[in-house]
Nanobody, 118 residues
Framework: QVQLVESGGGLVQPGGSLRLSCAAS????????MRWYRQAPGKERELVAI????????NYADSVKGRFTISRDNAKSTVYLQMNSLKPEDTAVYYC???????????WGQGTQVTVSS
């Protein structure tokens, strides 16, 4: 079955770095647009970053631009989110999302907690 398994979340100090991973299975990874979302307490879920299938183009929320980098390894069916210069306001549950183009389906990971605190 379709699975998106996230890892890499945890506690980090402000200014620190963290890399999230999302391992995908059960669908054709290289035909999927991959996204990272996050949801902070009391706030709506927001799109953080997206990477497309074709040329690897990426887009980021303004709040993370220049600090976060999304990447994908199609051979490993894994998408990453490298988070640098972390701020307390980055604290949220981060969700991996796949848009599987052939079926027009969306799949979600379980979420991983990122806490930025001193």
């Amino acid at each position: 079955q379709v699975q998106l398994v996230e890892s890499g979340g945890g506690l980090v100090q402000p200014g620190g770095s963290l890399r999230l991973s999302c391992a995908a299975s059960g669908f054709t990874f290289n035909r999927s647009v991959m996204r990272w979302y996050r949801q902070a307490p009391g706030k709506e879920r927001e799109l953080v970053a997206i990477i497309v299938t074709s040329d690897g183009s990426t887009n980021y929320a303004d709040s993370v631009k220049g600090r976060f980098t999304i990447s994908r390894d199609n051979a490993k069916s894994t998408v990453y989110l490298q988070m640098n210069s972390l701020k307390p306001e980055d604290t949220a549950v981060y969700y991996c999302n796949a848009f599987y183009i052939p079926l027009n389906n969306e799949y979600w990971g379980q979420g991983t907690q990122v806490t930025v605190s001193s």
